[in-house]
């Protein structure tokens, strides 16, 4: 799949077991950023189709991530998906509200998340 997606999560392991995830899936073009700066900064230049980032990053959060991005890009810009370790129903709206197309827990299995990615970059 010719789909670029962005990763912005501070955990290398993390980081690393949604890239293996996605490769596994067939995408093959995925950028990495550790900060949400250095992810806000990489949508810009990156031109991702996709930006999966957690909500909790150093500097500004996930959620700043989306609305920098919403703001720089409109709607037309890359979809975004947001990623937590913990599910809050109050963390999915908010999501929404910054611009997320989808809010995924992040956990070994991965799978909720690769269907997300596979349904937005149809």
């Known amino acids: 799949m010719g789909k670029k997606i962005l990763v912005i999560d501070d955990n ?18 995925i950028v990495m950023a550790e900060t949400g700066e250095e992810g806000a900064k990489k949508a810009e230049s990156d031109k991702p189709d996709l930006v999966i980032t957690d909500t909790l990053l150093p500097g500004i959060d996930g959620f700043e991530v989306c609305r920098r991005i919403r703001e720089y890009h409109g ?27 989808d809010y995924c827990v992040k956990n070994r299995d991965l799978s909720d998340l690769i269907k997300a990615v596979k349904d937005l970059c149809q």
Do not use: H, S
């Open 75 to 101: 709607r037309n810009g890359p979809k975004i998906i947001v990623i937590t370790g913990v599910i809050d129903a109050i963390d999915a709206v908010k999501a929404r509200k910054m611009g997320a197309d």
């Open 12 to 29: 290398e392991p993390d980081r690393n077991l949604v890239k293996i995830f996605l490769n596994e899936a067939g995408f093959e073009q």
